[in-house]
């Protein structure tokens, strides 16, 4: 009988859980999906704060995830629980501000190597350094977003493939 491999269990964090984090988690989850490696990786977002806890996402991602062919609408924003640390292989966070309100809310001993910048994979590792927070600018942010997020889930997908050693 051969054993299933466990799934690489992938956390995006942004700061509110409505905007960034939901747009990467269902991303993520499509493109694991198309490619045929959606029993391999398990997806979710959260936020360091609590302010948006059990809402749906911004509208504006929503639309813009409407005019990809993705639907956000399901989704409810939820804050990082100390649980989150031993759950996940990876915390990807969106920026130096989620950043260090995620390390500020690490559980003792948890293991800081898994917290990593969203765009640290794909093309944009190395020259874009965070997803830009789109809440307060209009739908040209929010665009944005979710093509930062797009190259990085390519290269999210690549390094899930290579976990478990499947050719890109």
Known sequence: MDATPAPTRLLFVCWGNIC?????????????????????????SAGTSSEHDGGPPDRR??????????????????RVRPADWDDYDLLLVADDVVEASLLRQAPPGADLSKVRRITAFGPDAGTID???????????????????VSRACDGLLDHVRATHGLAG
Request: no cysteine; net charge negative; charged share 35%.
């Open 130 to 148: 965070e997803v830009p927070d789109p809440y307060y600018g209009g739908p040209d942010g929010f665009e944005l977003v979710y093509e930062v």
């Open 20 to 44: 960034r984090s939901p747009t990467a988690e269902a991303l993520m989850r499509r493109m694991a999906d198309d490619a045929g490696v959606g029993d391999l990786v398990v997806v979710d």
């Open 61 to 78: 991602a929503i639309a813009e995830a409407d005019r990809r062919g993705l639907d956000l609408r399901g989704l409810r924003a939820r």
